[in-house]
């Protein structure tokens, strides 16, 4: 783990903080609209949308009712019959807008779709 280098080690400090921000994200969003489904695993609530991007990193869900910024959710996305089910956390809410979700943990299963997906988005470009 010596050659794993961090953002705030690798950005120097008279950057500014946007700059910090915008860095977080370490994969392309392309557009992608897909059925969202998300389920807090604590509050027990849930929030269904429709997906804006689409990233091996997360994605953005369109919806009026997002979910608590922070919470752990079981992310269930659905195009064209195919579905893509993540452990994920919200990292982002704009009010009436949606959410942001970054991946914590794609199920095994659904690899192989997700790959394809972001495949078929990079020809597409």
């Given at each position: 783990?010596?050659?794993?280098?961090?953002?705030?080690?690798?950005?120097?400090?008279?950057?500014?903080?946007?700059?910090?921000?915008?860095?977080r994200r370490y994969a392309?969003?392309?557009?992608?609209?897909?059925?969202?489904?998300?389920?807090?695993?604590?509050?027990?609530?849930?929030?269904?949308?429709?997906?804006?991007?689409?990233?091996?990193?997360?994605?953005?869900?369109?919806?009026?009712?997002?979910?608590?910024?922070?919470?752990?959710?079981?992310?269930?996305?659905?195009?064209?019959?195919?579905?893509?089910?993540?452990?994920?956390?919200v990292r982002i809410v704009?009010?009436?807008?949606?959410?942001?979700?970054?991946?914590?943990?794609?199920?095994?299963?659904?690899?192989?779709?997700?790959?394809?997906?972001?495949?078929?988005?990079?020809?597409?470009r």
């Amino acid at each position: 783990m010596k050659n794993v280098i961090s953002m705030d080690e690798h950005l120097s400090k008279s950057e500014s903080r946007s700059l910090l921000v915008r860095d977080r994200r370490y994969a392309i969003r392309h557009p992608f609209a897909a059925d969202a489904e998300c389920l807090d695993l604590e509050a027990g609530t849930s929030a269904t949308g429709v997906t804006s991007d689409l990233s091996m990193g997360g994605c953005f869900v369109c919806t009026s009712k997002p979910l608590a910024l922070g919470s752990r959710v079981r992310l269930k996305l659905i195009r064209k019959e195919q579905i893509v089910e993540a452990l994920a956390v919200v990292r982002i809410v704009k009010p009436r807008i949606g959410m942001g979700i970054e991946f914590l943990d794609v199920a095994e299963k659904y690899h192989g779709t997700l790959e394809r997906w972001l495949e078929q988005l990079r020809r597409n470009r």
